[in-house]
C-alpha cells in the first residue's frame, strides 16, 4: 500500500506489537482520541460561525479565564475516553484532581491512564491561530481491581508509553509517537479520515528558528538572555529568525518540521516556568527525542524529572539537538 493512503487505523493495526503489555487496549485509547480529535476540529473550524469562542467567565485551576472551546473540548476528550471504558484514569489541564474511571463492571481492571491538555493555545481561537491538543499515555502502576491513586499519575516521562498532540490549523493532524519513531497523520476532513501524511518525522540536528516570548525578556535567567543574544549575534549561520506563536503545539510542530528551539524559561514573574510537566511537557520531549531532538529543563533531561504534584511546573527547552545542547551551555556558565 503507498503510504500516503494508509489510515490511521491501519497503521495503528500494523504497529500493535509495538505496545508493550498491550492486548489491544492501547490501539482503543487512540481511536478513542482520533474519534475526540474530529469532533474538536470539526468545532475549532467553525469558531466565528457559532457561539463557540469567547470566555466562559471562569477560571481552570491554572487561574487561567476558560474559553468556551476549552470546556467543550475537555468534556469532549474525557467523555469520549470514559465511554469506550478503556481507562482506568484521566488527568486534564482544565481539572483540578484526576478522574477515576471503574471500567467494565466497575473493576477497575484497566491498564493506562491519559493525562491531557485539551485545548493548548485556546487564547488564539479568537484570532484564528493554530491550537492544538496533547495527550500522555501510561501503564498504571497501582494493583489492578483497585482505583487509581496519584501514584499513578506522578510517573517521570520515561515511563510513557505513548504521546501525541494534534494541531488544528489549515489542516488537522494527529502527531504521535510509542517509542518507535513519530508519525503524523492529517485529516480529510471530507470523509472523515486520517492519512499518513508525515511518516518517521524528523528534527532537523541544527535549526534556524528560536521561539521565546522575548517581551519577558527582562525576566529571564542570565543563561537564557545570553543564548538568545547568540542567536541574534551575526556569526557563522546567525543571526537565527525569531518565531513565536504562543500556542506550544504550533511552535513544536513548526521547529520539528523546519529546525529550531523552543524555550519557556523561568522568570521573575514564573519561578518555576509556565508549562506544565506532566501534559505538555512530558509527552511533548518524548515525541521530541523519538524525533531525534532534545528536551531539557535548561540543565537535565525534562523526562527524567520526578513529578510531586499533579499541576507541577517546569522549564521547557526543545527542538534541534545541537540548538538545545548550546542553550544548556549557556545555561552551565552562569549556573
Keep these: 500500500m503507498n503510504e500516503s493512503n494508509k489510515t490511521l ?29 474530529k469532533v474538536v476540529s470539526y468545532k475549532v473550524n467553525k469558531a466565528g460561525l457559532v457561539d463557540i469562542v469567547g470566555a466562559v467567565g471562569e477560571k481552570n485551576i491554572q487561574g487561567e479565564d476558560q474559553q468556551k472551546l476549552d470546556v467543550y473540548a475537555n468534556e469532549t476528550f474525557i467523555q469520549t ?43 488564539n481561537i479568537d484570532v484564528n491561530v493554530s491550537v492544538g491538543t496533547i495527550f500522555s499515555v501510561y501503564r498504571r502502576i497501582t494493583p489492578f481491581g483497585t482505583p487509581v491513586t496519584f501514584e499513578d499519575f506522578l510517573q517521570p516521562g520515561i515511563n510513557q508509553v ?36 508525515h511518516p518517521n518525522m524528523k528534527f532537523p540536528i541544527d535549526g534556524t528558528i528560536y521561539s521565546v ?4 525578556y527582562i525576566h529571564f535567567p542570565q543563561g537564557v538572555k545570553d543564548y538568545i543574544k547568540y ?18 503545539v504550533s511552535d513544536i510542530h513548526r521547529n520539528m518540521i523546519k ?13 518555576k516556568g509556565k508549562l506544565r510537566l506532566l501534559y505538555e511537557c512530558n509527552p511533548m520531549a518524548f515525541i521530541v527525542e523519538q524525533a531525534g531532538g532534545k528536551a531539557s529543563d ?12 499533579l499541576h507541577e511546573r517546569t522549564p521547557f527547552f526543545c527542538g ?8 544548556e551551555e549557556f545555561m552551565y556558565k552562569v549556573k
Design 81 to 123: 475516553l470514559i465511554n469506550r471504558e478503556i481507562v482506568c484514569g484521566i488527568a486534564s489541564e482544565e481539572n483540578d484532581d484526576f478522574i477515576t474511571v471503574g471500567g467494565v463492571d466497575n473493576d477497575h481492571n484497566n491498564k493506562y491512564i491519559v493525562l491531557i491538555d485539551p485545548l493548548d493555545g485556546s487564547s
Design 162 to 197: 505513548a504521546a501525541g498532540y494534534v494541531i488544528y490549523g489549515t489542516s488537522t493532524m494527529l502527531v504521535y509517537t510509542t517509542g518507535h519513531g513519530v508519525n503524523g497523520f492529517t485529516l480529510n476532513p471530507a470523509i472523515g479520515t486520517f492519512y499518513l501524511s
Design 298 to 309: 535548561g540543565f537535565s533531561r525534562v523526562m527524567e524529572i520526578l513529578p510531586t504534584a
Design 213 to 216: 516570548n522575548e517581551g519577558n
Design 259 to 271: 529546525g529550531g528551539i523552543y524555550l519557556y524559561p523561568t522568570s521573575f514573574k514564573a519561578s
Design 231 to 248: 542567536c541574534q549575534s551575526e556569526e557563522e549561520d546567525r543571526p537565527y529568525t525569531s518565531r513565536y506563536i504562543g500556542s506550544l
Design 320 to 327: 534541534s539537538y545541537n540548538m538545545v545542547e548550546k542553550v
Design 9 to 37: 487505523g491501519e497503521f495503528i493495526i500494523e504497529n500493535q506489537n509495538d505496545f508493550k503489555y498491550s492486548s489491544g487496549e492501547l490501539s482503543r485509547i487512540f481511536n478513542s482520541i482520533r474519534l475526540a480529535a
